[in-house]
């Protein structure tokens, strides 16, 4: 399988073995052996369940450095629109934190907000012109896609093909800043996504929708945050730029995007453990009902991402109070914006299953699998190092493991050991026993 890049990665010095990020992986993705997580890239999907469950802070999630920025003579600021509620939103609204933007370094900041409302009016369309799919899945959380492509491939189709409102308003904002600035060329202008999560940058490196991301760089929340917080103690005049209303900027807690699809027929959920159960419905045909599904990775959506600094809860009423104060939209979607909206290719199956590229020996470890299974205990106890008996069977099989590293085997056998030693001891000749 080909190499492919995550954002979350392993600090081993930090990492101790606990198993605690094993049981909460997802999709199986981490083994602990030889005392040490490791992360099995062609399984990870990068939903950083791992990155908040470590206890020692060894999972981490990567991203661009700012630094970056220096690569290109022109910049555009892309905040995601969790950024708006990591401060005091009485104090500081989001024409003042765009402003401040542009006073860290940006030429020009698009509000990711713009490209939800963009995405929004994107999806209904292709909902009203097909009705042959339903449900249709929100295809704006990159972990969700990935994990449909590794986990669940019959929901492939129901993948809503249009791009992500980072995409989205990545091509909108260079198109508007270069019409803006004559004779800019695009290749000068590095566009960059403030992100609340960790599979933001792997969707730029490995794009699931596009053939090359229109973004040139991710920043965590993180990194911005104190930068824009030190500049907004200052004085400065706030430049009047905004672009989205509250329909778009309310795409930063579940539920945001749903809202905003015409049908009363809609479904939203949060967490990566609720989405597969939601998935496995799915998939026995037992939501036949619902048109739109809104899935988010991330517990209460972007607000809850790994990469974010403020408290979900504080952040989520800090949401509520937005509502009251912005217009449901400043302007209409226009047709130039939903150009180029949807997929320049679609997401495949990753099958991460299979034993061996021939056939008829991937059957035979199969099989052998079965058998090995058989003789673990199932209890799927993780003091193996692998989330479950039949994760480890598949280990044994791929030869990354043995069979006594479950705990209850290696027990059994010590037990059977110890038994045959009494044994022969008993065999022992009566002439050898008191030879010295």
Not at 103 to 129: H, P, Q, W
């Amino acid at each position: 399988m080909a190499e492919y890049f995550h954002s979350v990665t392993l600090e081993e010095s930090l990492c101790m073995g606990c198993t605690n990020c094993i049981k909460k992986c997802p999709t199986d993705a981490i083994r602990v052996q030889s005392g040490k997580a490791r992360i099995m890239n062609e399984r990870c999907i990068d939903c950083g369940e791992c990155v908040r469950t470590c206890p020692y802070k060894a999972k981490v999630a990567q991203t661009d450095p700012l630094e970056l920025m220096a690569d290109y003579k022109y910049t555009i600021a892309l905040p995601a629109p969790t950024l708006y509620v990591q401060y005091d939103v009485g104090k500081f609204d989001r024409a003042r934190i765009m402003t401040a933007l542009k006073k860290i370094g940006f030429d020009y900041v698009y509000e990711v907000a713009r490209g939800a409302e963009i995405v929004t009016e994107a999806s209904n369309r292709y909902l009203a012109e097909h009705r042959e799919i339903r449900p249709m899945i929100s295809s704006a959380c990159p972990a969700i896609v990935r994990l449909i492509q590794v986990r669940f491939p019959s929901l492939l189709p129901q993948i809503m093909p249009v791009k992500s409102p980072m995409e989205v308003a990545a091509s909108n904002a260079r198109r508007e800043f270069c019409e803006k600035n004559p004779g800019v060329s695009p290749e000068d202008v590095g566009v960059f996504f403030i992100s609340p999560c960790a599979a933001k940058l792997t969707s730029v490196r490995n794009p699931i929708e596009v053939e090359k991301s229109s973004v040139n760089g991710v920043f965590s929340i993180k990194s911005v945050f104190f930068k824009l917080l030190k500049q907004m103690g200052k004085p400065f005049e706030s430049e009047n730029i905004t672009q989205s209303g509250f329909s778009g900027v309310r795409w930063h807690t579940i539920g945001g995007e749903a809202k905003g699809i015409r049908s009363d027929n809609i479904l939203y959920v949060d967490g990566i453990q609720n989405v597969i159960k939601i998935f496995e419905q799915l998939e026995d045909d037992k939501l036949s009902d619902v048109d739109f599904i809104e899935a988010a990775a991330c517990p209460g959506g972007c607000l809850g991402g790994p990469l974010t600094v403020e408290n979900l809860y504080v952040a989520r009423a800090r949401s509520f109070r937005l509502k009251s104060s912005l217009p449901k939209m400043i302007k209409e979607v226009q047709e130039i914006e939903l150009d180029n909206s949807s997929f320049d290719k679609y997401p495949e199956h990753l099958d991460v299953t299979t034993l061996d590229s021939d056939i008829s020996k991937a059957m035979q470890k199969l099989q052998l699998m079965d058998e090995i299974y058989a003789q673990l205990p199932a209890l799927d106890c993780g003091a193996c190092g692998a989330p479950s008996c039949r994760a480890l069977s598949e280990d044994i099989v791929r030869g990354t493991a043995k069979i006594t590293d479950c705990v209850f085997v290696l027990k059994e056998r010590v037990r059977s050991l110890a038994k045959e030693m009494m044994e022969l001891e008993d065999l022992i000749p009566p002439t050898m026993e008191n030879r010295k």
